[in-house]
């Protein structure tokens, strides 16, 4: 008897988000938003500073004891010579990202950030602390295999049926566009900023059981109501947000739109970067499979060449394309300070070439190093390589469900359009912290 009002409670409450989600067309989570295909970048000015400083390692009594969460799917540990030609990575470009990893997982849980599951920094104080005094030349492949060997324990991850788990790797990068600040000639396709009117519901803080859930829309006087889609912001000059960039090839944006985030090259000769800043909230439709559907195309055919090429003949119905995927990402503008860097994943770290890597935090903290296992794209050479969990993505979900970052441009874009293999993850773990969690 005495759990009955709180079950009714749930049931009401429950009840109030099936409605809010049908009212708002979405309901999403920021670890990222289910319903578009791309990851958010965590934003501020406090990631810059904090991966400008040196590392800080703060003293153990100086972190948070929150309570850990137990990890989806199974574990179990390893040596390191169950990973497939490990000995061979070589590491000389991994120091310098597990600094920056270390940085990241020493920042204070209850930043500004909003972040999907990650590492707890007391598991991982006394091995940032063992790297901040460490005196390692970044170059030295052996030495920095050393330390990695002597401070982080390999964790095969299972899957449901307690057998090793293997699973779908794809592969995604930072597209890199011609554009201007002012729409003139060519440069005709908008790349915008954050409208001033959406509005941004945090269920979480309503109802904590529901954290991480949020929902978008706009004001209609008393009522809040589906922002608008992405056929609504082109048919309504007075509706469109500001825009950062106008760029001369319509699917190019939308597939920068796709990816996240991207670098502009202005026609004055400056390079920007677009980093995700939100959404419109509306769910995601292929415009590939609109194309399909109207009979233009086969799936077979439907790749980024044959859709530009499609819309280099038809212009005139190029918006109408468009408008089949109602979702609209909207981005902020970054400076670029490191070129050979990608953008910011979801853990806010700026992400290394074929050194990071997409997961689904149920399964892998964010901030864990990675033993990845895989083959280079549409061929059987073993891509195997010691990586960081740094982001997220709609599509990555299950044990051992890896997005590969391959960098930016049109090699990086080449790479990851074809890559669709199977593959294995190890955990690297601090040895003294037993079992992986999150918090």
């Known amino acids: 008897m005495e759990n009955t009002p709180r079950v009714h409670n749930m049931t009401k409450r429950w009840s109030l988000v099936v409605i809010l989600c049908v009212l708002m067309a979405a309901c999403s989570s920021v670890d990222p938003d289910k319903d578009i295909p791309s990851r958010p970048s965590a934003a501020g000015k406090e990631v810059d500073d904090l991966i400008a400083r040196p590392l800080q390692v703060p003293d153990m009594a100086a972190l948070p004891d929150t309570p850990e969460r137990r990890l989806d799917g199974g574990l179990v540990p ?5 990973l497939p030609d490990w000995a061979s990575d070589d590491l000389s470009d991994v120091w310098q990202a ?3 990893n270390c940085k990241g997982l020493m920042r204070p849980i209850s930043g500004n950030l909003t972040q999907p599951a990650r590492a707890t920094p007391r598991a991982w104080q006394p091995v940032c602390q063992a790297a901040q005094q460490a005196e390692i030349d970044s170059t030295d492949s052996a030495r920095v295999r050393s330390f990695i060997e002597e401070h982080l324990q390999p964790w095969r991850l299972l899957g449901a049926d307690g057998k090793p788990a293997s699973n779908t790797v794809t592969g995604y990068y930072e597209p890199e566009v011609s554009g201007a600040r002012k729409q003139n000639g060519d440069y005709q396709w908008p790349l915008y900023e954050t409208p001033r009117d959406l509005l941004t519901i945090d269920l979480g803080a ?3 059981e529901l954290a991480g859930k949020r929902i978008r829309g706009k004001l209609e006087g008393q009522r ?3 922002y608008d889609t992405r056929a609504d912001i082109a048919a309504s000059g007075s509706r469109q947000p500001p825009v950062i960039a106008w760029i001369d090839d319509p699917v190019e944006a939308f597939f920068l739109q796709i990816q996240g985030s991207g670098r502009v090259d202005l026609a004055g000769g400056d390079v920007i970067r677009l980093a995700y800043d ?16 109207q009979g233009e195309m086969t799936l077979a055919q439907a790749s980024m060449a044959n859709i530009k090429q499609w819309a280099r003949d038809h212009p005139h119905r190029v918006q109408e394309m468009l408008n089949a995927n109602p979702a609209m990402v909207f981005f902020r503008e970054e400076a670029i300070t490191d070129p050979s860097l990608g953008p910011r994943g979801a853990y806010g770290i700026a ?7 997409a997961v689904d ?3 892998v ?3 864990t190093p990675l033993y990845l296992s895989t083959t280079m794209p549409a061929a059987q050479q073993p891509l195997r390589r010691l990586v960081f969990a740094q982001d997220t993505g709609a599509a990555i979900k299950g044990p051992a469900r890896v997005d590969f970052y391959w960098g930016t441009g049109e090699q990086a874009g080449n790479q990851a359009g074809r890559m669709k293999q199977r593959g294995a993850v190890w955990l690297l773990w601090p040895r003294h912290a037993g079992k992986p969690s999150a918090r």
């Not at 390893?78 to 169950?82: D, E």
């Not at 939100?278 to 559907?293: E, F, K, M, T």
């Not at 992400?351 to 890597?357: G, Q, T, W």
């Open 78 to 82: 390893v040596t390191y010579q169950a």
């Open 98 to 100: 597990f600094i920056h």
């Open 206 to 208: 309503v109802y904590p």
């Open 224 to 226: 809040v109501v589906p």
């Open 278 to 293: 939100d959404h419109n909230g509306r769910p995601y439709a292929s415009i590939g499979q609109w194309l399909v559907d």
């Open 351 to 357: 992400l290394a070439p074929e050194r990071a890597v």
């Open 361 to 363: 935090p149920a399964f």
């Open 365 to 367: 903290p964010l901030g």
